[in-house]
């Protein structure tokens, strides 16, 4: 069983940076993909970064590109997003989640959330402005 378990989360000004980390149990980051998703209030949960086990990374959300940074240290078992330039629309609950396999990138970014199979509890970010 993969235990995920996010930290990080808080409260920051618009223009401010905050950054999310991510620890597993198991050895799963050589192997699994592991992602970044979030979920505003009354939204559906949403992909935000993704990196595979071969450090391939993918930012699903076009509005943080150039923003958001994703990265992996697979020795300490720690997934991290880098964010920077929050906006208030950053706003949401983060959840860290691990797929054992790739299958979605064959499907639309809205329907990725269907295939990862391990998720955190979530930590808040709130952006203020």
């Known amino acids: 069983q993969v235990q995920l378990v996010e930290s990080g989360g808080g409260s920051v000004q618009a223009g401010g940076s905050l950054r999310l980390s991510c620890t597993a149990s198991?050895?799963?980051?050589?192997?699994?993909?592991l992602a970044w998703f979030r979920q505003a209030p009354g939204k559906e949960r949403e992909a935000v970064a993704i990196i595979d086990g071969d450090d391939t990374t993918t930012y699903a959300e076009s509005s943080v590109k150039g923003r958001f940074t994703i990265s992996k240290d697979n020795a300490k078992n720690i997934v991290t997003l880098e964010m920077n330039s929050l906006k208030p629309n950053d706003t949401a609950m983060y959840y860290c989640a691990a797929a054992r396999d790739r299958r979605y990138i064959r499907y639309q970014e809205t329907t990725w959330r269907h295939f990862f199979d391990y998720w955190g509890q979530g930590t808040q970010v709130t952006v203020s402005s």
């Open positions: 198991g050895n799963i980051f050589s192997t699994y993909s």
